[in-house]
């Protein structure tokens, strides 16, 4: 019996450069399809607005000049704190309130007043949204919840707080006047 020994035939490679264009594509469907499934209603769109035209967008999608910042006069509650949040933007002041609630604690709501300064022309309950609203809220830790309300415009003869109504408890807190 004759034993022949295997052929070996070379098979070419791919050289360098198709090599680095296929990593490369792949690298951008992967980002791409990263990119589609990290959208969402927070990151929609900007709406061109201005002045009280602004008042309810959401301000987590806004660019800002300045800020956004938290006012000074923020308060507690049983179960975490409000704040104001105040930024600029297009030349214009706007606010909206922020407040933190444990998760499984009964829910809760934040909005904005407004009123002018010296009194009058109150305008109560502004930008309401649930605390865990799609869109309109962050988890801040493994079980406190940080939601906020639509923004408002918040010119030099108006003034601004924020406000938490609790549902367990039927109780509101709210930030100083800014």
């Known amino acids: ?32 399809g990263v990119s589609v499934a990290f959208t969402g209603q927070a990151s929609a769109t900007v709406t ?7 008042d309810g967008h959401n301000p987590n999608i806004q660019t800002w000049q300045w800020g956004p910042t938290t006012a000074p006069g923020g308060a507690p509650h049983p ?42 022309g109150y305008e109560g309950g502004l930008g309401r949204h649930e605390v865990g609203e799609s869109g309109w809220y962050t988890m801040s830790g493994t079980n406190t919840m940080s939601g906020w309300s639509g923004m408002y415009y918040n010119p030099t003869y108006k003034q601004v707080r924020a406000c938490i109504y609790l549902y367990a408890g039927g109780e509101t807190y709210c930030s100083g006047w800014y």
């Open 79 to 120: 179960r975490g704190a409000i704040e104001l949040r105040v930024g600029k933007t297009d030349g214009d002041q706007y606010a909206w309130a922020r407040g933190t609630y444990p998760t499984g604690a009964g829910g809760a709501y934040v909005y904005v007043d407004r009123q002018n300064r010296g009194g009058g």
């Open 48 to 54: 061109a607005c201005a002045t009280f035209g602004c």
């Open 1 to 32: 019996m004759t034993t022949h020994s295997p052929t070996r035939t070379r098979i070419p490679r791919k050289h360098g450069r198709a090599r680095r264009l296929t990593s490369v594509v792949a690298a951008l469907l992967f980002m791409l």
